[in-house]
């Protein structure tokens, strides 16, 4: 089962936007058993999509066509395919009526040209749209399926998972992959590479592993290829089991987890509450905590502590420790954390005090010198790092390490 | 003149990696003027190399492939094309010269593999490769220009900015483009097509507009094509001119200006300070301001008060405010402002409260309801908003919005 994937948009072309879609879709088609050929990237131009689409006919089953799908004049992919399939337009109430509803929610007034997205090709099936107003298409000819979608990524990861993908499953009989991503956070690539070599060495042959290094964390995905899904998930699942004895802190999670959504769950668990004091995340730690829904019934907030003087004034902080060690010392972050743990009355406290850059650095602290705090029930624990030279890298890895410290914390 | 990229490698179809090298190519091809007419990713494949540029041919006069020139056996462009010109590999001492200083420099020894690197079709030129073993090759056929470079980033960019661009540019007479992006922040996409539907009708021919939204923001590309660069600039800043007057307070910048860095600037310029008092955004409004390098010249922190008990003991909302009004009201915003300015001793302060959601909806406050306060020197600006259902979006949403509010503030 061969697809291709059409991505239609000047501004990928021109470099205004880099194609997430490409590489989104290419992962979650490749998961499900679907090998994509090959990915396009062409004009909003009419003659283009037509010729794309004419050539990958002859190549795939199954073609992706993402964009050109929004309310203005640059939007042609519904005529154009509607052309091409020989079709007319007509109107579609169940989308109208989702259009408006969007709308609504908004506070925005349906316009004529809101209206005219609810027109859909009568050869198609429309693609509900939860989160945008232009239904997708899915189109069935000459044993070949055409699926066209938006080219915003939250419109269309949810139509490609929740409607897309498991019709594809349902119609056809694809090869058995089963694939599995442990995520860590605390080691480099090559550090891990080294001690898991042994493990990985004895994978059997039809297992394969991929580092996927990012800021901060390291994905390790493990993909196995055979004809029983729930055999090659029993033997995915033994692997892990034992990789966890390579590596024994280090794995936070897996697949899409993050170690917020984590560290949220084992809050919960026990009961528990944090609040943050950060100077060189700037409020990032916060951020995702509170990214998670339900964040609240542990989350009771931070104090942002950019200038020294706040450190002092709000977290306690003495000027003695300010001028003798400096914002970026031990007795600092072990005073912040002390401090809002206190003043915010919660069981947990992460408190962070680095030198983020490009700027900053002294002979003794360069950039990226970090000391990270941990208040909890009985004790502080401070540990300090050297993240490197980028200024949002730096802010990541702090944050990140953070949040494995008080997960290193709340499990025991 | 039309360019197609041909970027070859499987990491890419099965989304191990993103394709940041078809957005850089096309950004930095169309600054020169040459116009990218198609993008393409295809597997590690000798037939798809030769189909996927023979498709090219026909449509393109300059074609870049990027990939799959490394040492390894999966490496098979050099070979493919070689073959595909009818050509041989011939020994490049040169080529190899730079091989053996590179792989010094790092202490590697020089492999067989490594060597056979040196050997180039005798039909193209190579083109020098100075951080990485693999050269580039130059192909000129049928009034075609085909060049292959390596697929890794800090390798490619320099061939193409050092050799591969300069040498277009001298051999054709480009059209020259000028491209300029206007940002917007404060009203959709459909109701900015309405209020500049007159403008947009009278642009020029040789004029284009495109809509790039994103959420909270809304991007105008303005693209003009001609043959003087200086007159085109002239034309376009002309046309943007007449723009404001549509649409006169929602631009705050272009091209990749951000508002945090444009209300940095303000901050800067009229010597002032400012804070922040979260709820709903939960710190997200203090990560965007200080991921501007030298922000602690103007920002002195935050409290992210996301428990209500928070809002009053931190930022002295009263509790009568919140039993009869609730967090999310004008007066809790208000207090909240009001609250942070005092204590942090700031000129400006930003107090967001709302619903953030997925839950916490009440009757007369649906997900989204969100109160954003503005307090300056002289008053407390408030005003109320409904985003939309989504979590993240309605934070971004809300910490553009307060941002660019507070841009109105500093600009009078």
Known sequence: MLAEIINIGDELL??????????????????TGIA????????????QIIQALTEARKRADIIILTGGLG???????????????????????????????????????VMERNRK????????????????TAPGMWFENNGKIIVS??????????????????????RFDLHRIYQKTVLTQG???????????????????????????????????I????????????QVERQILKL????????????????????????NKNGATVSTAESCTGGYIAHLLTSIPGSSDYFAGSVVAYANRIKASELGVSQHTLRSEGAVSEATVREMARGIKKRFNTAYAIAVSGIAGPTGSTPDKPVGTTWIAIAGPGQIRTRKFLFGEHRMRNIRKAALTSLQMLRWELAG
């Open 187 to 221: 080691m480099g690539e090559s550090s891990i590479a080294d001690a898991i070599s042994e493990w990985e060495s004895a994978l059997p042959g039809n297992i394969s592993l991929a580092y996927l290094p990012q800021p901060g964390i390291v994905r390790l995905r």
């Open 223 to 234: 993909t196995a290829v055979g004809d029983d899904r729930e055999n090659l998930k029993t």
């Open 117 to 132: 997205q609810a027109e859909i090709p009568e050869a198609c099936t429309p693609i509900p749209n939860e989160h945008g």
């Open 36 to 47: 994509v050929l090959r990915s396009n990237m062409i004009r909003d131009d009419r003659e």
């Open 149 to 170: 979608l938006p080219g915003v990524p939250y419109e269309l990861k949810p139509m490609i998972t929740g409607y897309v993908i498991p019709r594809l499953s349902e």
């Open 244 to 267: 966890h004895s390579f590596i024994p802190n280090i794995i936070f999670g897996y697949n899409h987890d993050t170690l917020e959504e984590v560290v949220g769950s084992l809050l």
């Open 71 to 109: 309310p203005t004049k640059d939007d042609i992919t519904k005529q154009t395919l509607c052309d091409h399939f020989e079709s007319t337009l007509v109107f579609h109430p169940e989308t109208y009526g989702n259009i408006v509803r969007l709308l609504g929610a908004r506070g925005r007034k």
């Open 14 to 31: 021109i470099g205004q936007v880099v194609n997430t879609n490409a590489a989104w879709l290419g992962e979650e088609l490749t998961a």
